[in-house]
């Protein structure tokens, strides 16, 4: 995971239960705070941000489906796991409907806690870059203040009102999943599933199954009944996360599904009508792809009845700005750090940069400067430790990273008047990797 804290929620009215996950949560170095019923919960997700939640499905107060649904609108990015008695399994596997990654049935090993959870977490930060906040409207907001996301937002709002499907195009890393999402959550069907398929991330020969389910000795491996996506989604949105990459023969099978809204699990022969909005995201040019035989021009046709484009990062600059200011807040309170900003000479250098790797580059950027933060504003010292080759400061000769990190830990050094352990602990290294560049940089 990434270096900073991870922080869990346990939302469970047991005792003992909200204890020994806590304790194994803990274990893994998790920040965690646990709730007795939904209500407190609820107040916590208010309050703070999680990455993950662990809710019990039956509890006095207020049930988890209802909880569930009030996390996902406080927080569509949560990762939230169901913990489910035997007699509530079929419950449980209708929260996955609702936005629940997984159940967890009692009772469960410390191991099979920690499997779960390490899933869950490995899902949140392989989703789109979350730059959302609250919104009293619909759960989400996205940053910008550039007239090309205006644009962008103005088409998503218009379109949501439709049931049309909607083709996303974009780099990766612009935030494509969560336009989708917005789209979801502004349309009449905001109240039912938004479910992703990563088409990146699943492996070929399961991908049937994986859209489609498949039924009990379809294969081999296949032990039980498995609900594919499109089920899942059912009354809701499914979201293609870069179709370009499926395979002609699943291409063919996308299709007839997308025209007929019929599908088949693996098998079977029973027909089964799903209720689905489409939507398709890709970094890919699709018309290239077509020309090249890789993607099939039906389907193009089929998934572009309406296409948004999101321009690039450094096409539309007026963004950064406000996008700093939102991930350096969400890095202080993540790291309990206080980082008002950065000093003029080094915003400069960060507006300059063209950020290949768009708004998701530039979050891991800031993390990363959050992270080795020693002082309320960054400066161009600090820079050296962003991961990012930036160019010269207007005016003056190039600054390479290495003298960047030269200047840095002299100055970290200053401020502890010499005192190595001090110095080392400032920067985040131990002592033998600080001696090591104190040698390459000649420092005394």
Request: glycine share 6%.
């Amino acid at each position: 995971m990434a270096t900073s804290t991870i922080k869990a929620l346990i939302i469970d009215d047991d005792k003992a239960m909200r204890d020994a996950c806590h304790q194994i949560l803990s274990r893994l170095g998790y920040e965690v705070e646990v709730a007795s019923n939904g209500h407190l919960g609820l107040a916590l997700l208010e309050k703070a941000s999680f990455d993950l939640v662990l809710l019990d499905l039956v509890m006095p107060d207020q049930n988890g489906v209802e909880v569930l649904k009030q996390i996902k609108v406080l927080d569509p990015q949560v990762q939230v796991v169901i913990i489910t008695g035997y007699g509530t399994i079929a419950s449980a596997v209708e929260t996955i409907k609702l936005g629940a990654f997984d159940f967890l049935p009692k009772p469960f090993t410390p191991d099979d806690l920690r499997q779960v959870v390490k899933r869950a977490l490995v899902k949140q930060r392989e989703g789109e870059t979350p730059v959302v906040r609250k919104d009293e409207s619909d759960g989400l907001r996205i940053v910008y203040e550039s007239e090309a996301m205006a644009r962008v937002m103005e088409m998503a709002q218009r379109v949501a009102l439709s049931d049309s499907t909607v083709l996303i195009t974009g780099e990766s890393g612009t935030g494509k999943g969560l336009i989708a999402q917005k789209i979801h959550a502004l349309s009449d069907r905001r109240q039912q599933p938004f479910i992703t398929v990563d088409c990146g991330a699943l492996v070929e020969t399961l991908f049937e199954s994986e859209l489609f389910g498949h039924v009990k000795g379809a294969f081999t491996g296949a032990n039980s009944n498995k609900i594919g996506k499109f089920e899942l989604a059912q009354g809701g949105t499914l979201f293609f996360d870069e179709v370009s990459n499926i395979s002609l023969e699943v291409q063919a099978k996308l299709l007839r599904a997308v025209q007929e809204l019929k599908i088949s699990r693996v098998g079977s022969h029973r027909v089964i009508s799903v209720d689905v909005r489409i939507i398709a995201a890709t970094n890919r040019d699709l018309s290239q792809a077509i020309r090249t035989g890789i993607f099939r021009e039906d389907l193009f046709y089929r998934l572009n009845v309406v296409s948004i484009h999101i321009p690039p990062l450094r096409r539309r600059k007026s963004d950064i700005t406000p996008l700093i200011g939102y991930f350096l807040d969400k890095y202080n309170r993540r790291l309990k750090k206080s980082v008002q900003g950065f000093i003029p000479e080094a915003l400069e250098l960060m507006l300059e940069y063209n950020w290949p790797g768009n708004v998701r580059e530039l979050e891991n950027t800031i993390e990363r400067l959050v992270v080795f933060s020693v002082g309320p504003y960054l400066e161009l010292a600090d820079l050296a430790f962003s991961g990012v080759e930036f160019g010269p400061q207007p005016g003056s000769e190039a600054i390479s990273l290495k003298d960047m990190e030269r200047d840095h830990i002299l100055r970290i050094l200053q401020q502890c008047e010499g005192r190595r352990s001090d110095t080392a602990r400032l920067l985040g290294i131990d002592r033998k990797t600080l001696r090591e560049k104190l040698k390459r940089y000649q420092i005394e």
